[in-house]
């Protein structure tokens, strides 16, 4: 993608900063399993991405050091509002070490996408991932792109026979949404379940990237069952880590501490 010098460069310390950051999230799972070599950890290491298109909300968070991608889609960017081209460029620049960005085409025939990925393509980073719905279309997209080595992300999966069909094109990623499966009374998590069982019994490569999770208990599930990434909306990893019962205990503790007497 892309012969510019200067898109070259970029690149290269981009894969640089994204072996450091690897490098970095290995160590820290090093001290808990150091029965465990790198290349092991690399595919054992979950990782969570953020669901968002508002900068803003990637930037609360970033420092956190534990999201390692970003995922969008149409109706995120229509939310924030601007040019869906150039949020990814703000997005890029401001976090060069992002492993994956996955921004969604628009269109319905492999020759709309084609045209489309140029939007994106040109910009010239690693982590550029294309997203495209599980169609025919789609499919033949992902094979192109997986010949070319152009990763992508299947959207809008809602069955096993839908991830089987993104992990023989080579797509990168499939995004089981959950959320939308149970909105429609099936199981989210059963579907992230099947399909993780389904790769891993193939020795398929493809990721199982699971998407439209609105709560944190459907996300340690879908973890549980083999998905390798979560993309969570700001509010979704929020509840992640809050606890009422964490607040109340820390509400005693900082008045312990003010009872104290001082040292
Ligand atoms: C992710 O790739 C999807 O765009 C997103 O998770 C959809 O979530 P929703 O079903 O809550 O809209």
């Not at 109706?75 to 060069?96: C, H, M, Q, S, W």
């Not at 040109?122 to 599980?134: D, E, N, R």
């Not at 059963?190 to 069982?197: C, H, K, P």
Request: hydrophobic share 40%; glycine share 8%.
């Amino acid at each position: 993608m892309g012969s510019n010098p200067t898109l070259s460069v970029r690149r290269g310390v981009a894969q640089f900063g994204r072996a450091l950051a690897l490098g970095a999230r290995c160590r820290r799972f090093k001290s808990c399993r150091p029965d465990l070599d790198y290349i092991i950890l690399q595919q054992l290491i979950m990782q969570i991405f953020l669901d968002t298109a508002d900068i803003n909300e990637i930037r609360k968070r970033w420092d956190t050091g534990i999201i390692t991608g970003v995922t969008t889609n149409p109706t995120l960017v229509r939310k924030v509002g601007g040019n869906y081209r150039d949020l990814a460029i703000a997005i890029i620049e401001e976090f060069p070490e992002i492993e994956s960005l996955s921004l969604e085409l628009n269109g319905q025939t492999k020759e709309d996408f084609m045209r489309d990925m140029g939007e994106f393509a040109c910009i010239g980073h690693p982590s550029v991932t294309l997203k495209v719905p599980c169609t025919v279309e789609g499919l033949k997209f992902v094979t192109h792109c997986a010949d070319n080595g152009v990763p992508t992300n299947v959207t809008l999966c809602f069955s096993a026979a839908q991830a089987v069909m993104a992990g023989l094109s080579g797509a990168t990623y499939i995004s089981p949404f959950v959320g939308r499966m149970n909105d429609n009374s099936m199981s989210g998590v059963e579907l992230v379940r099947a399909i993780s069982g389904l790769y891993r019994q193939h020795g398929v490569a493809t990721k199982v990237l699971a998407a439209s999770l609105r709560d944190a208990h459907h996300v340690s599930r879908c973890l549980l069952y083999g998905a390798d990434i979560v993309t969570l909306p700001p509010s979704t990893f929020d509840k992640m880590y809050n606890s009422v019962l964490t607040r109340e205990g820390l509400e005693i503790f900082n008045n312990d501490f003010k009872e104290m007497p001082s040292q």
